[in-house]
Structures are given as structure tokens and as C-alpha cells.
């Protein structure tokens, strides 16, 4: 589902990506992992279409999308989070999961609005159904009606992920989902995960600090170190991967 090959970009002098290339298959749940500095925002940018790199192509199910845009990639599927919690804190937490189906439209143009035709009531029905869905799966019923910006970490992190999952993705962003959270919320975070993977086949790329969430959710995971890849494999192969153990887990950073 996703291919990246032989992807570099740089800023400035500094070379933050060197030819990397991974992939991820639809139903696999990769984690992406590193100390800090190794290059795993910037590619997950570059997954995004936050950024577009200097050199090399990122594919999704065989299509370059290396110069698309992230409304673009999105419309193909590609659902994300982000490390920083992004909700809409002026809006409740339904009309943020709510957000995540209106670039369909709504059917009919101008005049559907004016006269709220069948189509548009119809259309407004099913994603509200949708949204109820996601909202559902993340227990987020009981606040449905509250202000997002009025959420602590761990509850706003579960809007976030019922925005990205309210329609089927091909192709799951998550960027930093267990930053913040407690051990009960990552383990309801774990399994909202795999339940998202089984219920839609979808490709998941995680970047997480998380080394333990990462090892115990992730089929299999991908270390950076200096902007490339140093070791890639199952977790508990990766776990005992000297050359990890010195870049990244051996810092104590799960």
C-alpha cells in the first residue's frame, strides 16, 4: 500500500533523509522508530505530503504521489494524526469527526442547500451514521456534545483518532498516538489500532517514542538513525538488534 524509494531530503546543508525505502503492506501495522534527530518526522512529512523531497518517490498502492498535496493523498485514502493534538477546540467532538466527511459534499450544489433536497438530507444521515461509528468505537459517546478544546491529552488523542477513522482508510498516519497518554490509554489505543487494521485492511505507519507500544502492537518495525535505516524486522528481532540497543533502545527511551 505504501513505497517509499530511495527517498533523501535535506535542509539546508543537512541531509535529514538519505535514501531510505520501506514499505508497508495493506493489514500490516509498521512502526517507525529512533532517537531523536534520526529523520522521522520529516519522513512521515514526506509520507504526508507535508513535504516533498529532494530526491526518490513515495507510492501509494502503486501510484506516485511524490508531488501531490495532502488534501490529495488524502482522497486516496491517506488518514493521519498528529504529534501535536490538532482538533478544532471551537467545535464539539462530533463536528470534529464530523470534519472528516465533508469533502464529499453534500450533493446538488447551491440550490440542494437552499431547499435541503432528499439527497442532501439523505447524505447528511449517512455521515452522521459514520460519525456515530467512530465515535462509538473510541468511547467517546458520553462527550460527544463538548467543546474538543476543552479535553485533556489523553480524550482529545481519541478525537483525533475517531476523525481519522470515521471513513475506511487505505492508509493510516499516526503520528505520535501514545505521547501523553497513560497505560490504560494506550493499551484502549493498541486495540483501537488493531481494530481499525481488521476492519478496513488498512496499511498503518506509526511514529512513536513509545518504544514499548511500538514492540508489542507494531508487526514490524523500522529504525532510523542519522536520516537512515539502520535495522528493519519483526519487534522482538529489532528488540535484539545490538546496533539498536546502542542508537535508541538502550537510551531508555520506551
Not at 2 to 30: M, P
Not at 115 to 138: D, H, K
Request: proline share 4%; net charge negative; charged share 25%.
Amino acid at each position: 500500500m505504501l513505497s517509499l524509494e530511495q527517498v533523501s531530503d535535506r535542509f539546508g546543508g543537512i541531509r535529514a533523509l538519505t535514501d531510505v525505502s520501506l514499505s508497508v503492506r495493506a493489514g500490516e501495522i509498521c512502526g517507525l522508530i529512533g532517537p531523536n534527530g534520526a529523520g522521522k518526522t520529516t519522513l512521515f512529512d514526506v509520507v504526508a505530503g507535508e513535504r516533498h523531497p529532494n530526491s526518490g518517490r513515495v507510492l501509494i498502492d502503486g501510484h506516485d504521489v511524490t508531488h501531490l498535496r495532502p488534501a490529495e493523498r488524502a482522497r486516496l485514502g491517506v488518514r493521519r494524526t498528529f504529534q501535536r493534538v490538532q482538533t478544532f477546540g471551537w467545535l464539539t467532538v462530533e463536528e470534529n469527526v464530523l470534519t472528516a466527511l465533508e469533502w464529499h459534499g453534500g450533493g446538488g450544489g447551491v440550490l440542494a442547500d437552499m431547499v435541503f433536497a432528499p439527497s442532501r438530507r439523505r447524505r447528511e444521515r449517512e455521515r452522521r451514521e459514520m460519525a456515530a461509528q467512530a465515535i462509538e468505537r473510541c468511547s467517546l459517546g458520553a462527550i460527544k456534545e463538548d467543546s474538543a478544546g476543552s479535553l485533556p491529552i489523553g480524550i482529545a488523542r481519541m478525537v483525533e483518532f475517531a476523525r481519522a477513522t470515521a471513513e475506511p482508510a487505505r492508509l493510516l498516519l499516526l503520528d505520535e498516538p501514545a505521547s501523553g497518554l497513560g497505560g490504560e490509554e494506550v493499551d484502549r489505543l493498541g486495540e483501537l489500532v488493531h481494530q481499525a487494521r481488521a476492519d478496513t485492511g488498512c496499511a498503518v505507519l506509526l511514529v512513536e517514542h513509545n518504544a514499548g507500544f511500538v514492540m508489542q502492537f507494531c508487526d514490524r518495525v523500522v529504525v532510523l538513525a542519522m536520516g537512515s535505516k539502520l535495522a528493519e524486522g519483526a519487534p522482538d528481532e529489532v528488540a535484539r538488534n545490538p546496533a539498536v540497543q546502542e542508537a535508541y533502545l538502550g537510551q531508555g527511551a520506551a
